[in-house]
């Protein structure tokens, strides 16, 4: 079965070796864990849980980061952006996601996406944006499949909407 779970101080070892897996900076999406010591992932935990539960930065906006798990093996690791603000609607979206190295070309980056848009309707996200690298053909792809229509190209990215 395969299902998100939202980010707890639980995670632990799993989370992290799926981390490292992930580039830190991933055809656009960008890893701070990579490269981290696990001490130094718990404290990072901590952080993106206070993040997600609305101590926030002048600068930021409310989040939700989840993990994606099939049949208890985690897979990947999502966010959702509760709404954009002028900055990340220029640069970025409401969604960002990352497969796991060792499962990628097998569905989940669809499946992720999927559900991740799930998630926006639950809290009422009418209208979802996402930036994928141009030459990040994998993501352009899973975008479309999931409902995305190109509204805005710049040299290197691509803006996509999907209307929920």
């Known amino acids: 079965m395969i299902y998100l779970k939202m980010l ?15 580039a830190a900076n991933d055809n656009g999406f960008h890893n701070k864990v990579y490269g981290m010591t696990y001490e130094q992932f718990k404290e990072w935990l901590d952080h993106e849980h206070s993040v ?35 900055n990340l609607a220029e ?21 992720i996406l999927s559900l991740l848009l799930e998630e926006c309707k639950k809290l009422n996200i009418k209208k979802v944006q996402i930036g994928a690298n141009a030459n990040n053909i994998a993501s352009n792809r899973i975008i479309v499949k999931n409902g995305g229509f190109l509204f805005r190209a710049t040299g290197n990215k691509n803006f996509y909407r999907i209307e929920l």
């Open 8 to 22: 707890s101080l639980a995670d632990g070892r799993e989370i992290y070796d799926m981390l490292q897996e992930i």
């Open 52 to 86: 997600d539960n609305g101590n926030l930065e002048d600068w930021m906006v409310p989040q939700t980061s989840y993990w994606l798990y099939d049949n208890g093996k985690v897979i990947g690791y999502g966010r959702i952006r509760h709404y954009l603000n002028d």
């Open 91 to 111: 640069t970025s979206g409401h969604i960002g996601y990352a497969i796991r190295q060792t499962e990628r070309n097998k569905g989940y980056g669809t499946k």
